[in-house]
């Protein structure tokens, strides 16, 4: 409840690091309170990370791991002014929310609900993100690090706590310091369900078609002037739809979405987001994307074109399929607290790492 009252709202336009300064306010306070636990090395860098470590008390050899949470909230909606409202023992019922009563939270939209009913549970007001994302995750962290401390008798490894700025936005890696951190594999903690565990996500390109027209003015344009405009519409119209497009597929299937078109008549630049489970994939994708661009320009010969891919990040699987134990782990914690692990595979996921 105080975490979220703290506004964090990270910033796409922006490229500084943090993107925004105010985020190192909670950074602040979590190195400040991590410090009041005892944990002596709590403290916060230049870019507004935290780093902390609960030190060893066992003998035993064991790996060093991470938690790790971002502290900052999505850009879609006000990050200002957040008034959390605690609904003890909720009765799961429809919840109207007092700022703007418009807004409803009903079981039917979100079904998870039902399964909270006799639960304290936490909303917003009505006109702001409440910032659960991932600022549970951050209260979760605080919570165990203050059991650890306080409780020696529960034998642990060393464990290296970490929160980032900027993770909406997909810069939460920018300035991290891996090296610094020196955790040999990690958890992040966030918003979602109990139980709910993911291994796996999307391997993610970008492309950029720019394509050049021919300008001319117009009074004198005939069997000259070529829209770039025009071509980039021709490009959209043939985009496949009932398949390959995140409106019309779920869970593992890949997709060729556009997300941004700009241009004039002399010049169009059109922006795509390829993903698909398999790394391969992408480039099937990307070979069917060019064959699409090719079949309009060959209508339009003095038009050209320019087509970049750009690596975006890659399906963490493919890594963890090397090490077993990090997710093994961690399906014996959520069943050792009476939960069924739920693997989820969802072809929407990265909208969360804040890859518009
Ligand atoms: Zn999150």
């Given at each position: 409840?105080?975490?979220?009252?703290?506004?964090?709202?990270?910033?796409?336009?922006?490229?500084?690091?943090?993107?925004?300064?105010?985020?190192?306010?909670?950074?602040h306070?979590?190195a400040?309170?991590?410090?009041?636990?005892?944990i002596?090395?709590?403290?916060?860098?230049?870019?507004?990370?935290?780093?902390?470590?609960?030190?060893?008390?066992?003998?035993?050899?064991?790996?060093v791991?991470?938690?790790?949470?971002?502290?900052?909230?999505?850009?879609?909606?006000?990050?200002?002014?957040?008034?959390?409202?605690?609904?003890?023992?909720y009765?799961?019922?429809?919840?109207?929310?007092?700022?703007d009563?418009t807004?409803v939270?009903t079981?039917?939209?979100?079904?998870?609900?039902?399964?909270l009913?006799?639960?304290?549970?936490?909303?917003?007001?009505?006109?702001?993100?409440?910032?659960?994302?991932?600022?549970?995750?951050?209260?979760?962290?605080?919570d165990?690090?203050?059991?650890?401390?306080?409780?020696?008798?529960?034998?642990?490894?060393?464990?290296?706590?970490?929160?980032t700025?900027?993770?909406?936005?997909?810069?939460?890696?920018?300035?991290?310091?891996?090296?610094?951190?020196?955790?040999?594999?990690?958890?992040?903690?966030?918003?979602?369900?109990?139980?709910?565990?993911e291994?796996e996500?999307?391997?993610?390109?970008?492309?950029?078609?720019?394509?050049?027209?021919v300008?001319?003015?117009?009074?004198?344009?005939?069997?000259?002037?070529?829209?770039?405009?025009?071509?980039?519409?021709?490009?959209?119209?043939?985009?496949?739809?009932?398949?390959?497009?995140?409106?019309?597929?779920?869970?593992?299937?890949?997709?060729?979405?556009p997300?941004?078109?700009?241009?004039?008549?002399?010049?169009?630049?059109?922006?795509?987001?390829?993903?698909?489970?398999?790394?391969?994939?992408?480039k099937?994708?990307?070979?069917?994307?060019?064959?699409?661009?090719?079949?309009?320009?060959?209508?339009?010969?003095?038009?050209?074109?320019?087509?970049?891919?750009?690596?975006?990040?890659?399906?963490?699987?493919?890594?963890?399929?090397?090490?077993?134990?990090?997710?093994?782990?961690?399906?014996?914690?959520?069943?050792?607290?009476?939960?069924k692990?739920?693997?989820?595979?969802?072809?929407?996921?990265?909208?969360?790492?804040?890859?518009?």
């Amino acid at each position: 409840m105080r975490y979220v009252q703290i506004d964090t709202q990270s910033d796409p336009l922006s490229d500084t690091n943090p993107t925004t300064e105010k985020q190192k306010k909670l950074s602040h306070l979590l190195a400040e309170e991590l410090q009041g636990m005892g944990i002596t090395d709590a403290h916060m860098d230049e870019w507004g990370y935290v780093y902390a470590t609960i030190p060893s008390n066992t003998v035993k050899q064991v790996p060093v791991i991470c938690f790790c949470s971002h502290i900052d909230t999505a850009p879609d909606a006000s990050g200002a002014g957040v008034k959390p409202i605690l609904h003890k023992a909720y009765d799961g019922k429809p919840i109207t929310l007092p700022d703007d009563n418009t807004q409803v939270l009903t079981p039917e939209m979100h079904p998870y609900l039902k399964k909270l009913a006799g639960h304290d549970i936490i909303t917003a007001s009505g006109t702001t993100l409440l910032g659960a994302d991932d600022k549970a995750g951050v209260a979760e962290i605080m919570d165990a690090a203050h059991y650890f401390m306080t409780h020696p008798e529960v034998k642990h490894g060393a464990i290296k706590l970490l929160f980032t700025p900027d993770e909406e936005v997909g810069r939460g890696t920018a300035k991290l310091d891996l090296q610094n951190l020196g955790a040999q594999f990690g958890y992040t903690l966030d918003g979602g369900a109990a139980g709910s565990l993911e291994d796996e996500t999307f391997s993610a390109d970008g492309v950029q078609l720019i394509i050049h027209g021919v300008i001319t003015h117009p009074g004198d344009a005939k069997d000259k002037l070529v829209n770039a405009l025009k071509i980039g519409g021709e490009v959209l119209a043939l985009l496949p739809k009932s398949s390959l497009s995140p409106e019309t597929t779920e869970k593992r299937e890949g997709f060729v979405h556009p997300t941004r078109i700009e241009g004039i008549a002399e010049r169009c630049t059109i922006e795509f987001i390829i993903r698909d489970f398999v790394t391969a994939g992408l480039k099937k994708k990307e070979e069917l994307l060019q064959s699409l661009v090719d079949l309009v320009m060959e209508r339009h010969p003095k038009a050209t074109y320019e087509f970049k891919i750009t690596e975006q990040y890659r399906n963490m699987k493919e890594v963890l399929d090397g090490h077993p134990n990090v997710v093994h782990y961690a399906r014996i914690a959520i069943e050792r607290r009476a939960a069924k692990p739920m693997l989820r595979a969802e072809n929407n996921a990265d909208v969360h790492a804040g890859f518009f």
